[in-house]
């Protein structure tokens, strides 16, 4: 009796530790930024968010775990064909966030899958009414509409498009050399346009300069001529005045005939100067010529006259 109920106590034991085991591994612990659908007999039961739950055993079961985060995918290369019927590979970049759980998990089956051949099929759609000159400078554009198809779309899915990207246009590689060929040529024209101009207005400056310096050269010639008439003048000024100041001591000294007649005579002596071959004296004066000979005479120093 004593065996049995060791045996019993034993039994007891493990059924109590097997519940305890199925208790604990039902709590779940929902982690932040994430969300889990949970299913009861099969249907829908709730959204769990972040925190402690607890499970019922063989009833509930978790369908789904869903992060909330923002999420990337970068889908490979899609050929596409533009208007003007240039085959090229784009691939793009898809930002998206789940926000609603339930109908990710039962809107679609595969969502990132069904993500992608949207994608694929809105991208060829664009690209068809574009030509390729277009294609390659209408990034922002295509961007915006692929972005706003997809999340009309994926509306239904629980799903929102943030954003897309197109990493990557590959163009044909006759088409990539064609470009390389014309973006060489515009550089090329851009650096002899700029060469142009740096020798155009190298000129102008060669120009101006010479101007400035011809303006400086004659203002400078202008500024001697005043300058030295100016002198000119201060020195005729100067004679005149002292012509003045001499008739004005001469007349107030009223000099006599005979000191007139004498001034006359060393006048005329000044305008000869030696050079003259005829002079005309005069009446007036040949008659003072004899005086003047008989002055010279009486200042003649007497060492001479022995």
Known sequence: M???????????????????????SNIKIVPQAHAYVV???????????????????FIEKVAKK??????????????????????????????????????????VEHPLSAIENLSATTLRN?????E?????????????????????????????????????????KEIQD?????????????????????????????????????????????EASIRQAEGQAEAIRDVQGAYADALKLLNAANPSDRVIALKGLETLQKAADGKATKIIIPSEIQGLAGLAVSLKEMITDPKDAE
């Open 2 to 24: 004593q065996y049995g109920m060791s045996i019993g106590l034993i039994l007891l034991a493990g059924v109590v530790v097997l519940l305890l085991i199925i208790l604990i």
């Open 39 to 57: 299913e009861r007999l099969g249907a829908y039961h709730a959204t769990w968010e972040t925190g402690l739950h607890f499970k019922i055993p």
């Open 66 to 107: 869903v992060s909330l985060k923002e999420q990337v995918i970068d889908f490979p290369p899609q050929p596409v064909i533009t208007k003007d019927n240039v085959t090229m590979q784009i691939d793009t970049v898809v930002y998206f966030q789940i926000t609603d759980s339930k109908l990710y998990t039962y809107g």
């Open 126 to 130: 664009i690209i068809g009414d574009l």
């Open 132 to 172: 390729l000159d277009r294609t390659l400078t209408s990034r922002d554009f295509i961007n915006t509409k692929i972005r706003t198809i997809l999340d009309e779309a994926t509306d239904a899915w629980g799903i929102k498009v943030n954003r897309v990207e197109l990493k990557n246009i590959l163009p044909p």
């Open 178 to 222: 064609s470009m390389e060929k014309q973006m060489k040529a515009e550089r090329e024209r851009r650096a002899r346009i700029l060469e142009a101009e740096g020798q155009k207005q190298s000129a102008i400056l060669v120009a101006e300069g010479e101007k400035q310096s011809t303006i400086l050269r004659a203002d400078a010639q202008k």
